[in-house]
């Protein structure tokens, strides 16, 4: 199961992308998460520091 940004709390931060070791996070307002990318480690959820990622 893949995480989700939520597009109201992401301020485009960069800090998810750079933790993703999946490389599965696009930049943009908000940024994205690929899931068929994601490998559901959680790394850009515990990096955000506005609690935008969670997992579905």
């Given amino acids: ?3 989700k940004i939520c597009a109201e709390k992401c ?3 960069g800090c998810c992308k750079d933790a993703c070791p999946a ?5 943009g307002t908000p940024y994205t998460i690929d899931p068929n ?8 959820a ?3 520091p506005n609690e935008a990622i ?3």
């Fill in 1 to 3: 199961m893949a995480h």
């Fill in 11 to 13: 301020v485009a931060c």
């Fill in 23 to 27: 490389a599965a996070i696009t930049e």
């Fill in 37 to 44: 990318m994601c490998v559901d480690c959680g790394c850009c």
């Fill in 46 to 48: 515990a990096q955000c």
């Fill in 54 to 56: 969670s997992a579905e």
